[in-house]
């Protein structure tokens, strides 16, 4: 199975502030690789697919970039609804897997 | 609006089964392959397999293998997710979620419409 790994586990951003995410496969996944965001008690919400396509209806301000084994998800300006727990997933072959999260809090 | 509504919340003794449903609606029911995937309480998220919505062909994370059953009912647009031999460890949230490509299975779907979950407890 491919392995996911995120840095950082967690971090604290303040309103306003650039913030990246990373993610590395344990081999290369050409850009098939999907974010998403989960706030607590909801169901996980599509982000970014193949690596650097927006989701319909996702602000402007996500945007995802890599190829091979390193991503990243950039939002350019934090906003307070960015609070929530960031997934990356790998859908190069089965099973799909999933990053363990980077938890994100507004200071 | 599309949307996938599963089944509610359920108590399992171990080694009993569950079944989980999930309705799908405003789209064409044939033309996305569905997934499962399941979040432990506080974890992240596991993938557990696909169905496809023509003619119900599977495939299953190993994980899962002999396990889980995955089947749909084209008569009435749900898909249903089967975990046997229940144990504690399969105490989670379980979600049903909509491959973004029509007529693609693994390679290159994201997950674009994901049903409201299932809490599955397994507790004597």
């Known amino acids: 199975d491919i392995q996911m790994t995120q840095s950082p586990s967690s971090l604290s951003a303040s309103v306003g502030d650039r913030v990246t995410i990373t993610c590395r496969a344990s081999?290369?996944?050409?850009?098939?690789l999907n974010w998403y965001q989960q706030k607590p008690g909801k169901a996980p919400n599509l982000l970014i697919y193949a690596a650097s396509s927006l989701q319909s209806g996702v602000p402007s301000r996500f945007s995802g970039s890599g190829s091979g084994t390193d991503f990243t998800l950039t939002i350019s300006s934090l906003q307070p609804e960015d609070s929530a727990t960031y997934y990356c997933?790998?859908?190069?072959?089965?099973?799909?897997?999933f990053g363990p999260g980077t938890k994100l809090d507004i200071k | 609006q599309v949307q996938l509504v599963q089944s509610g919340a359920e108590l399992k003794k171990p080694g009993a089964s569950v079944k989980v449903s999930c309705k799908a609606s405003g789209y064409a029911f044939s033309t996305h392959y569905m997934h499962w995937v399941r979040q432990a309480p506080g974890q992240g998220l596991e993938w557990m397999g696909i169905i496809s919505p023509i003619g119900g062909g599977t495939s299953y994370a190993e994980k899962f293998q002999g396990r889980v059953t995955m089947t749909r009912d084209t008569s009435t647009s749900t898909f249903y997710m089967d975990l046997s031999s229940l144990r504690s460890e399969d105490s989670a949230v379980y979600y049903c979620?909509?491959?973004?490509?029509?007529?693609?299975?693994?390679?290159?779907?994201?997950?674009?419409?994901w049903g409201q979950g299932t809490m599955v407890t397994v507790s004597s």
């Open positions: 081999q290369s996944i050409s850009s098939y």
């Open positions: 979620a909509r491959g973004h490509l029509p007529g693609v299975a693994v390679a290159g779907a994201a997950y674009d419409i």
């Open positions: 997933q790998q859908s190069y072959s089965t099973p799909s897997t």
